[in-house]
């Protein structure tokens, strides 16, 4: 009798976490996405907040590497397809990263990274990640993004997540 119960609420929930749409990204974000410049995407962003946000996005292993306070991120995006991210601590590249994206009117979209282990009906464990990158009025980047991390055990649960926003200065333009 308890499979019958503990069976649907698991899959439920496995539904749930993994529904994040780019369009859901943009309509909780607080700054809405203007007419998108592609190449002010391009360059060098000041601290390691958004190199965090490309790492935690491609692969789910800690991003261990100690940083001084002088990081910054450096973005490329060919235009259609794939955005690199390196990491420069004191002119010293660090690590890179490649991710898929795609590009809509106002945004660029990251392609969402999900975690699933599933071990039903005693385990269950969720890690969602997805965010958009666009323009400000300063011409510098805009991020809007959603995680959530879930954990269910046998019908315990517990997770958190939610929406966010930041914006990253530009330092260099991409030549």
């Not at 308890?2 to 439920?12: C, D, F, V, Y």
């Given at each position: 009798?308890?499979?019958?119960?503990?069976?649907?609420?698991?899959?439920?929930i496995?539904?749930?976490?993994?529904?994040?749409?780019?369009?859901?990204?943009?309509?909780?974000?607080?700054?809405?996405?203007?007419?998108?410049?592609?190449?002010?995407?391009?360059?060098?962003?000041?601290?390691?907040?958004?190199?965090?946000?490309?790492?935690v996005?491609?692969?789910?292993?800690?991003?261990?590497?100690?940083?001084?306070?002088?990081?910054?991120?450096?973005?490329?995006?060919?235009?259609?397809?794939?955005?690199?991210?390196?990491?420069?601590?004191?002119?010293?590249?660090?690590?890179?990263?490649?991710?898929?994206?795609?590009?809509?009117?106002?945004?660029?979209?990251?392609?969402?990274h999900?975690?699933?282990?599933?071990?039903?009906?005693?385990?269950?464990?969720?890690?969602?990640?997805?965010?958009?990158?666009y323009?400000?009025?300063?011409?510098?980047?805009?991020?809007?993004?959603?995680?959530?991390?879930?954990?269910?055990?046998?019908?315990?649960?517990?997770?958190?997540?939610?929406?966010?926003?930041?914006?990253?200065?530009?330092?260099?333009?991409?030549?």
């Open positions: 009798m308890k499979h019958k119960i503990i069976l649907p609420i698991a899959m439920l496995i539904s749930l976490t993994s529904c994040t749409t780019s369009r859901s990204v943009v309509n909780n974000c607080n700054a809405q996405p203007q007419k998108l410049n592609i190449e002010n995407i391009n360059g060098m962003y000041a601290g390691k907040g958004l190199w965090n946000e490309f790492h996005n491609k692969t789910t292993k800690i991003d261990t590497t100690k940083y001084s306070e002088n990081v910054q991120t450096k973005i490329y995006f060919d235009g259609k397809k794939y955005i690199t991210a390196t990491v420069y601590d004191n002119g010293v590249k660090k690590n890179e990263v490649t991710v898929k994206a795609k590009v809509y009117k106002d945004y660029v979209s990251i392609k969402k999900h975690k699933l282990l599933p071990f039903l009906p005693f385990y269950f464990y969720s890690d969602v990640h997805k965010f958009v990158l323009n400000n009025a300063e011409n510098d980047l805009g991020l809007c993004g959603y995680g959530s991390t879930t954990m269910v055990i046998l019908i315990m649960s517990g997770g958190k997540g939610g929406d966010y926003s930041a914006t990253y200065k530009r330092i260099m333009a991409e030549k």
